[in-house]
C-alpha cells in the first residue's frame, strides 16, 4: 500500500527534511519524549480552531464529528451540493491526501483555508508588510492541487484564518519578492517532489544542526549522529545549505579546520557558492576552537562593556500564546562583586492585562531608582518586548525613556553587541545556555529553556500550584545570573587574532 503525501509532511519538510525521512521510515522506540511545550502547542491549536469554530456565525457543513473513512465521501457529496463552508473535510486525489480546515465556495468552485493558532505572516514591522510563512503554504498547496485534481478549484488563493482574526489570502502564484522570484507553488512543487522520493527512499536525507532541532523528537538521536560524524552543521551559523554546499570541499569539522582555504579564495569571492571570503575564515576560525586540544575562546576585536556601580543583569519571560509578558527578572549587583548580588523579579499574578501592566510599571520604576546603571540581557527580545509594552501602556513611560533605557551606551546585548562580533567559542552555538555551561554555570532545573517556562506558566495560571510559580522565579533567575557569568566570561578573554595551528 502505497504511503500519501500529506500536508503535515509538508510542513515537516520545510522545518527540517530529515524529520520526514525518521518519521517514515526509523523506528518511532528511538524518538525522544515529546517536549511539554510541543504537546501544549497542539493543545492550544485544537482549542483555538475549536474556539473560531464556535463563534462562527454563518452556517457551514460540520464533519468534525463524522470517521475519518466517512469523511471523504462526505467531504465530496457537500462539494457537489455546493455547500458554502466546509469544516473538518478530507479530500484526496491520487497519492495527495488533505484535511483542510475549511473549504469555501466560490462563485466557480472551491478555495481551502487552514485555521493557525500563530500569525497568519511573518516578518511584519511598523513599517513593513509580512510576508506567507513557507510551512503554511506548502500545505495550503496541497490541497489546492486535491481541488485542481478533482476540478473544484475556484483558483490559487487559499487563506489562513489566523490567531489575530485576519484572513490572510496566499496568492501561490505571486512571485514572493524581487530577491525571491520563485512563487510559492513552485517552492511547493519542489517540495513535493522531495516528499516523494523520501517516501520511496530515492531521495537520502542527513541531519543538520539547527535552531529548531531542540523541540523536535528525534533531536537526541540526530545530535549523536552528527557528533559521531563530526558534521559541518556543528559550526555556529553554518547551517544545512551551506553545508551541502561545502561538501566539495571539505567533509567535517576537522578537515575544515586543516585546509588551506586560500586555495579556495579568489578576491572577494570564494569556490563554495553563497560563502564569501570572510565568512570562511570565521566558520574555520571556529572549526580550530572545536578541532585543537586546549583551544580557548578569544576577543577577536574590542569590545564595549560599560563599568558602573550597580550592574542589573535582566531576562524577561514570555507567553507567546497569550501575546503576555509576565516576568521581568533582574539579578543586581555592586561594584562587580557577586556576593553583593540579589535577584529582584517582578511577576504578573494572573494572564491578565492588569497585572502585565503592574509588572512593567514595577520593574520600570525599579530601573529608575538604580541608574546610573549598567544593563546587561542577551538577544533583542528584551528591547523588543519592553517597546511593545510602552506602546501597550504608554502612562508607564515615555518613548524616549525607554529608548534611553536601552542606550547602547548603558545597555549592552551581550548577544549581538558582543559574542557574534567580537568573540569566538568552542561550542557549537551561541546561546546562553550554551555558552554559561561552558564557563560552568548550571541550571538548578532539570529541562531548562524558555519553552519549557511557557508550559511551566500554563500549568501555573490552570493550577496555581506555588511550587510551579517558584520553578518559574528559580530559571529565570538563573537566566539572570547565567547573563552575569557570561559578562564576567567575556571580560576575562584575551585578545587572540592568530589561531591554532596543527
Known sequence: ???????????????????LSLDLHEGPAKKDPQSKFVQLLWEKGTAFEKEVIQGLTIPFTDLSGESTEARESLTLEAITRGDDLIYAGRIKAGNLLGEPDLLRRQVDGYVAGDIKSGAGEEGATDVTEGKPKKHYAVQLALYTEILERLQVSSGRYPF???????????DLDA????????????????????????????GLTSP?????????HWHSLCLASLRESNDLTLIPELGRSRRDAMLGHCQTVGELAGIDITNLINGKKTAI?????????????????????????????PVYLPVERVELFFDIEVDP?????????????????????????FLAESPLLQEEERAFAEAWEYVQTNQPCAIYYYSKYERTWWRK??????????????????????????????????????????????LASYLGFKWRDTSPSGAESIEWYNRWVESGDPSVRQRILDYNEDDCVATRVLLDGIRALTVDKSHPVL
Open 389 to 434: 509594552l510602552r506602546e501597550r501602556y504608554p502612562h508607564v513611560a515615555e518613548e524616549d525613556q525607554i529608548e534611553a533605557m536601552f542606550d547602547p551606551n548603558k545597555s549592552v546585548d551581550l548577544y549581538y553587541d558582543s559574542v557574534l562580533p567580537c568573540t569566538e567559542w568552542p561550542t557549537c552555538d551561541h546561546s546562553i545556555k550554551t
Open 1 to 19: 500500500m502505497s504511503t500519501s503525501i500529506t500536508a503535515s509532511m509538508l510542513y515537516n519538510l520545510v522545518e527540517c527534511p530529515h524529520r
Open 160 to 170: 489562513v484564518w489566523d490567531v489575530h482574526g485576519a484572513e490572510v489570502t496566499y
Open 273 to 301: 557558492p553563497g560563502i564569501g571570503p570572510d565568512t570562511l575564515r570565521k566558520f574555520q576560525a571556529r572549526a580550530r576552537l572545536q578541532t585543537y586540544a586546549n583551544a580557548k575562546p578569544y576577543i577577536k576585536k
Open 208 to 216: 543538520a544542526l539547527s535552531g529548531t532541532c531542540k523541540l523536535c
Open 321 to 345: 500564546m497569550r501575546d503576555i509578558c509576565y516576568l521581568h527578572g533582574f539579578v543586581e549587583r555592586h561594584n562587580q562583586d557577586s556576593a553583593t548580588e540579589r535577584y529582584v523579579p
Open 175 to 202: 512571485p514572493q519578492g524581487p530577491r525571491s522570484p520563485e512563487s510559492l507553488w513552485q517552492v511547493y512543487e519542489s517540495c513535493l517532489k522531495e516528499a516523494m522520493n523520501i517516501v520511496s527512499k530515492d
